[in-house]
């Protein structure tokens, strides 16, 4: 069955520094997207992109927060400046269309110290 | 704007029996559709049934059904004969135009 594939699966990092989160969505997907989930608390929206721009995004993702898809297959979210109330899991996902069935990746669990 | 609300913050069912996991929402979008997802202890997420907004039959995918009833917008998640494995987070989730809204989940607990 496939999947979406995200690398690292988990990140120290120090604050200050620039992280980058590596997706590999479902090759026949159009809409990618990028949640988060800080420990406890319940998932939340970061942004969504569809046809190589950023279609949504939430207050959360401001000027610290980029997304690329540089290569048609890869899909980055991109911290420049990292605080501590970053840590969190950043999940991505990829869906055929709006209201289609929507898969996520296994996220990757991000610390910073 | 989406708003789901899941009241039970955890839940402790005995192996075998059958558990309702609640779920209202709340929405303005007419077309929409409600999934359940599952989180075990290892963090990824697992997307376990859906429910289109104008579908007739409530969904079903195995032990797995949801009990649709559009008029109370509530979409619980009916687990059968649980096991041991069931053990996990359960998030219930809407989608409208594009992006998910999440429940702040129901952590559930199968009992030997």
């Known amino acids: 069955e496939p999947e979406v594939t995200q690398t690292p699966s988990h990140q120290v990092t120090q604050m200050g520094q620039e992280v980058i989160l590596r997706c590999v969505p479902i090759?026949?997907?159009?809409?990618f997207y990028w949640y988060r989930q800080i420990l406890g608390q319940k998932v939340e929206f970061l942004v969504s992109?569809?046809?190589?721009?950023?279609?949504?995004k939430s207050e959360i993702f401001d000027d610290q927060f980029s997304v690329e898809r540089p290569d048609g297959s890869n899909f980055t979210l991109k911290i420049r400046s990292t605080k501590l109330e970053d840590s969190a899991m950043y999940f991505c996902?990829?869906?055929?269309?709006?209201?289609?069935?929507?898969?996520f990746g296994s996220g990757t669990r991000l610390t910073v110290v | 704007a989406q708003k789901i609300t899941q009241t039970q913050p955890g839940m402790f069912v005995q192996e075998k029996e059958a558990v309702t996991l609640d779920c209202t929402y709340d929405?303005?979008?007419?077309?929409?559709?409600l999934f359940w997802y599952k989180q075990p202890s290892s963090g990824e997420m697992i997307f376990l049934i859906y429910?289109?907004?104008?579908?007739?039959q409530n969904a079903t995918e195995g032990r797995y059904s949801l009990n649709f009833q559009k008029a109370r917008k509530s979409a619980n998640l009916v687990i059968s004969a649980s096991q041991l494995g069931d053990s996990a987070m359960y998030f219930c989730?809407?989608?409208?135009?594009?992006?998910?809204?999440f429940g702040t989940g129901t952590r559930l607990t199968i009992i030997p």
């Open positions: 992109f569809y046809n190589n721009e950023i279609s949504e």
């Open positions: 429910q289109g907004s104008y579908d007739q």
């Open positions: 929405t303005s979008d007419p077309s929409y559709g």
């Open positions: 989730v809407s989608s409208g135009n594009e992006k998910l809204t």
């Open positions: 090759s026949n997907h159009l809409y």
């Open positions: 996902a990829s869906s055929e269309g709006v209201g289609a069935g929507y898969t």
